[in-house]
């Protein structure tokens, strides 16, 4: 079979949820036996996010082959259970760079570079790879930023293009926004109409409208909306507010919308989707009584989706053991030796969020002190481990200066340093650890009890790591590193036997959680944390 293409674009707003919509399109196709993958062509010039600050974009997301990549490529491997790769996100800044760097070889023998035809072939090269492999039935590409933006405007000219290249292999869906004004007691329509008329006058006409909604809209409204966007009234779905994202594919599935993808990519489908592993998840969510609180201490706990993997890999864990979850956001800048037991007291387990830089350190420190003399659940992500080591080294180890060489480059005591491959490195986008690594666990610890297995592949972003002359030291006094790169010998894992459940993570394992597909690490996290409720309440 032809790889088919679906172009989503959003209007009226930002924020109205491409990327969920994107990801329960693909659950659909996939759960009807489709191999279905999904990419994000996002309109900033930055290469990638990586060296964005969450508040500008949210979570930096890591691929297995080490891309910094869109959080939105998050939702499409939640939802999907398929791994994605450095293809499956692009931005302008890549489609130039690489224009650039051709025009600089003499590639264009000549030619005056310009947006039409070099940047949109770039664009459109880079839509089709994926497809080109032959590996896909379908091919999802969500074009970030609001129709009307100018720095979409190339994008959206070589969706126009494809479209005619493609014909019938290809649709456009248009996600907008029906605003209810409360004033008027009135779904208003005239945003969608006028998101509608822009794509149009782009030269695309969208073949299905998705329209967010926070009520439902009457069918007379529905047929309005489709008369005047020239729209098939069966091509018209709503997406309304609901309880988890996770709930989406099956309010997209009750009206039809995988069987509208189908039929107008004349594609043959000769069953509905095989939903059940996912309806058991749902289930889960909607039976769940009892309450597990997570504390997560981080910096950026006032933007939720500067977590956003974390927060999706507690639910996930804490779903499949039937409990609801309450995560307490904590900002560690406010957290302090003389508060911390009025912020943490009360919580079933502890999250020490990963991070880059000074600010908040102290409060982090402060929380893992507690978490550890009060034998609390713990875990640390990253810089949370880091954080782990420092603080036994300090209120330990009795080495009282230490810290990281990225926090204090004269630390006479380094048991975080700077990583030897990394010393050399000047530029900052793109060059840290990144992507899945390889970790033996030892075997009998917390660690490899909870993935059941001694050896495991998780992905990475960091420049930092345990410094391997402090190791003995560690082990003697009680922090045993159950887990290590079997290649460069790096301590991945470290743990206090001890403890309920106290376990740092180099790597973050936030990143390989899905619907389907939990996190080993997380669940076991959730179950210490579950049994300490327990323990507290009898």
Not at 382 to 406: H, K, Y
Not at 432 to 457: P, Q
Request: net charge negative; aromatic share 8%; charged share 25%.
């Amino acid at each position: 079979m032809d790889t088919k293409y679906i172009f989503v674009t959003g209007g009226v707003v930002s924020s109205l949820g491409k990327g969920i919509i994107s990801s329960s399109i693909a659950c659909l196709l996939k759960a009807r036996g489709f191999r279905v993958t999904i990419q994000k062509f996002d309109p900033y010039i930055n290469i990638d996010p990586g060296t964005l600050n969450p508040y500008e974009h949210g979570e930096c997301y890591v691929t297995e082959d080490g891309h910094e990549a869109d959080l939105d490529l998050g939702h499409y491997e939640r939802f999907t259970n398929v791994r994605t790769s450095r293809a499956n996100n692009v931005t302008t800044g890549k489609i130039y760079q690489s224009v650039i760097e051709k025009e600089r070889r003499g590639d264009y023998l000549g030619k005056t570079v310009q947006i039409i035809p070099h940047i949109t072939d770039e664009i459109k090269h880079r839509i089709k790879f994926l497809g080109n492999t032959g590996n896909y039935d379908f091919i999802i590409t969500e074009i970030g930023g609001t129709v009307g933006d100018i720095e979409s405007l190339p994008f959206l000219e070589a969706v126009r293009q494809l479209r005619w290249e493609l014909g019938n292999r290809s649709l456009c869906i248009h996600l907008t926004y029906v605003p209810f004004i409360a004033a008027a007691k009135e779904l208003k329509t005239k945003p969608t109409q006028h998101s509608v008329k822009a794509l149009q006058e782009l030269g695309i006409q969208p073949d299905i409208l998705v329209l967010r909604t926070e009520k439902d809209i009457p069918g007379d409204t529905l047929r309005k909306i489709a008369l005047f966007c020239n729209v098939a009234p069966d091509s018209v779905v709503q997406s309304k507010d609901v309880s988890s994202i996770y709930k989406v594919p099956l309010c997209m599935h009750a009206q039809h919308l995988d069987e509208i993808v189908l039929r107008k990519t004349e594609t043959q489908a000769s069953a509905e989707p095989s939903m059940e592993p996912w309806l058991n998840f749902i289930h889960k969510i909607d039976t769940a009584t009892d309450t597990v609180s997570i504390g997560l201490v981080g910096k950026y706990v006032e933007l939720q989706d500067a977590y956003k993997s974390i927060n999706e890999a507690l639910f996930h864990a804490a779903t499949y053991s039937s409990q609801k979850l309450n995560i307490v956001y904590i900002h560690s800048e406010k957290v302090s030796d003389n508060n911390v037991d009025e912020l943490l007291s009360g919580l079933d387990g502890v999250i020490v969020a990963p991070g880059f830089g000074q600010r908040g350190i102290e409060g982090k420190f402060a929380a893992l002190k507690w978490c550890r003399e009060h034998d609390i659940p713990t875990f640390g992500i990253c810089l949370g481990m880091q954080c782990m080591v420092i603080e036994f080294a300090r209120n330990v180890l009795g080495l009282s200066e230490a810290n990281s060489t990225e926090m204090a480059p004269r630390t006479p005591d380094n048991v975080i340093d700077l990583m030897e491959e990394q010393k050399s490195i000047s530029h900052l986008g793109g060059t840290m650890r990144l992507g899945a690594f390889e970790c033996v666990l030892r075997e009998g610890s917390k660690a490899a009890n909870a993935y059941k297995s001694t050896y495991i592949k998780e992905r990475h972003r960091h420049r930092f790591e345990f410094n391997n002359a402090y190791r003995e030291q560690y082990e003697q006094a009680g922090m045993a590193c159950t887990g290590e790169n079997p290649a460069l010998h790096l301590v991945e894992v470290v743990e206090i036997p001890s403890k309920r459940w106290y376990i740092g993570t180099q790597y973050h394992p936030e990143y390989s959680s899905t619907v389907l597909s939990p996190s080993p690490i997380f669940a076991s996290f959730i179950d210490a944390a579950i049994e300490f409720r327990n323990q507290k309440t009898k």
